[in-house]
Every structure is written in C-alpha cells, then in structure tokens.
C-alpha cells in the first residue's frame, strides 16, 4: 500500500505563486509516474500536470503550461508542484497520484492522496 500526502496549499492572491509537495510512503514509487489532478466545487476532478519517474517526460494541461512545474525528487519519493502566476481560476483541491504509466486519465492512476485546498482571490 501506499500512502500520498500533500501540503503546501493555503490562500494566495491572483499572481502569486505554491509550491505543493507530495510525500509517498514508500520507496518503490520513485519508479512510478505521478501526476497532479485538481477538483473545484460543482465539477469534475481534471488533470494539471504529470511526469515519468525519471522527469524525462512530462505532461501540462494547457490551461497550467507555462505557469505550472511539476518536478521530483526520487531519493526523498517526494513530488513537487510550482504553481506561479496563480488565478482565480486555479482555486481547487489539488490531489497527488501515483500510477505505473505516466497518464492524463485519472484512472491510470492507482494511489491517490487526500488532497489539498488551493485558493486564489482576485
């Protein structure tokens, strides 16, 4: 089993920038793609950025790219999520997932953490 946990969520203004961590419980996942999801209220969970365990690949919606970097550090098994330029726009509960293949399809995606609230005011 693994367990995901994130942080580095909170309140900040429109322009301003987070940086989510995602911690994973056990070693073996540094060879597994995560990926990054976020849920605003009233729709559905969609996919914001993903990458291959080694970093050499990575996936950005379009609405993040540009903005967004997705990054990680396998000998902590620790992603990471730089978010800059924020908007309101961008306000969702943003969740970590862990999955053998690198995917913009939430169900490729095995192990998920609880999540954790961004909120962007204009």
């Known amino acids: 089993q693994v367990q995901l946990v994130e942080s580095g969520g909170g309140l900040v203004q429109a322009g301003g920038s987070l940086r989510l961590s995602c911690a994973a419980s056990?070693?073996?996942?540094?060879?597994?793609?995560m990926g990054w999801f976020r849920q605003a209220p009233g729709k559905e969970r969609e996919f914001v950025a993903a990458s291959t365990w080694s970093g050499s690949t990575t996936y950005y919606a379009d609405s993040v790219k540009g903005r967004f970097t997705i990054s990680r550090d396998n000998a902590k098994n620790t992603e990471y999520l730089q978010m800059n330029s924020l908007k309101p726009e961008d306000t969702a509960v943003y969740y970590c997932a862990v999955g053998r293949t690198i995917s913009t399809t939430p169900n490729a995606y095995g192990y998920w953490g609880h999540g954790t609230q961004v909120t962007v005011s204009s």
């Open positions: 056990r070693r073996t996942v540094s060879s597994y793609a």
